[in-house]
């Protein structure tokens, strides 16, 4: 290893070793993760379209095999993010723990606090959630999966038949609940890890927390509910 490169490890182990780094950490990995959140959804309201193969065409385009190589980096580097996120969370959460063993008394706004009280639990039950879905829709563990064709899932009737299942969209439908608190608070928290702290900010970085967690969780569950409802069939 070049010598040089040596003294830039150890600075970047020690960076990580505190606090302000585990910070970055879910910081960065929080915005790619955000992404794909966002990116998902928007792929996923396709299904309202009026056009019933637009979402099959979508799922088709992702799964060329000419983009095989594309689709898993991407795979790779979302699990990587959801892995280092969940780890430097667990990590603040024990340094907190070993400097203040007892909490202060003190009033928070109740949205904020329980927010805050879910992030540790939510996270892990997000990630669990992540693999039941993807053996759902993806590998087929779940449900049987209808395929138009090779590598040609039909996404669209796959939703409906797995969101008929009430087991099935209940969990989808909680899990959702989860993500929108996980959201609301992890996103004006890492602002605030940016450097973003200034208290006149606070509370607008609050409501535009609050208003992304809520469309992102309705519109998720929009999908499972008109599938309940017969507006999806």
Avoid at 2 to 31: C, D, L, W
Avoid at 93 to 113: H, Q, S
Avoid at 157 to 177: D, H, K, R, T
Avoid at 223 to 230: K, R
Wanted: with cysteine.
């Amino acid at each position: 290893m070049n010598s040089a490169a040596i003294p830039t490890i150890h600075r970047t182990i020690r960076f990580y070793e505190a606090s302000i780094g585990k910070k970055a950490v879910m910081a960065v990995t929080g915005v790619i993760l955000f992404g794909y959140v966002v990116g998902h959804l928007l792929g996923n309201l396709q299904i309202y379209s009026p056009d019933h193969e637009l979402i099959n065409r979508y799922a088709a385009f992702l799964h060329d095999p000419s983009r095989a190589g594309l689709l898993w980096g991407v795979r790779v580097l979302l699990l990587a993010a959801v892995v280092l996120h969940i780890t430097a969370s667990v990590q603040l959460w024990a340094l907190k723990r070993e400097a203040r063993p007892i909490g202060y008394v003190k009033k928070d706004d109740v949205p904020t606090a329980y927010a805050a009280r879910t992030m540790m639990w939510s996270g892990p039950i997000l990630a669990a959630f992540i693999i039941f879905h993807i053996l759902h829709l993806t590998a087929g563990s779940v449900l049987p999966l209808e395929e138009l064709g090779p590598n040609q899932p039909n996404v669209r009737a796959n939703v409906v038949n797995g969101f008929q299942q009430p087991l099935v969209a209940g969990s989808y439908i909680f899990a959702m609940v989860l993500l929108a608190m996980h959201l609301y608070h992890g996103l004006w928290s890492m602002f605030q890890s940016i450097g973003i702290g200034n208290p006149r900010f606070l509370p607008g970085l609050k409501r535009v927390a609050a208003i992304c967690a809520i469309l992102i969780g309705a519109g998720n569950i929009s999908i499972p509910l008109a599938v309940l409802t017969g507006l999806l069939s």
